[in-house]
Nanobody, 130 residues
Framework: QVQLVESGGGPAQAGGSLRLSCAAS????????MAWYRQAPGNLRELVAI???????RYGDSVKDRFTISRDNARNRVFLQMNSLKPEDTAVYYC????????????????????????WGQGTHVTVSS
């Protein structure tokens, strides 16, 4: 059974930093594309960042140049380094995974959608105050 557990959320000041971590189990981590999504109150869930099995990355427009996604296959973890935080970054942040173990399962990173990710964590809250 796949399990994704996020940690590292909490309060932060505008201009500050937080580092989120997602621990994965029940899966072959290195064969999964990983992503961070977020959902603010009253809003739809939106893409934050994706990292593929090959290490390619893609970011949502609102976080480019401020957030960095990375993965540690040896520790079955994906990270999100968030710098220059803004109050509008306040949201629940979710870790997500999709298996990419074959040519048939491959999706170009530019074409990946939320619905392509089949495993989700419970989320971690991030609150940024001005």
């Amino acid at each position: 059974q796949v399990q994704l557990v996020e940690s590292g959320g909490g309060p932060a000041q505008a201009g500050g930093s937080l580092r989120l971590s997602c621990a994965a189990s029940g899966m072959i981590f290195r064969l999964n594309d990983m992503a961070w999504y977020r959902q603010a109150p009253g809003n739809l869930r939106e893409l934050v960042a994706i990292i593929t099995v090959g290490g390619s990355t893609r970011y949502g427009d609102s976080v480019k140049d401020r957030f960095t996604i990375s993965r540690d296959n040896a520790r079955n973890r994906v990270f999100l380094q968030m710098n220059s935080l803004k109050p509008e970054d306040t949201a629940v942040y979710y870790c997500a995974a999709r298996v990419s173990a074959s040519i048939e399962a491959h999706i170009p990173i530019a074409n990946m959608k939320e619905r392509d990710f089949t495993s989700w964590g419970q989320g971690t809250h991030v609150t940024v105050s001005s």
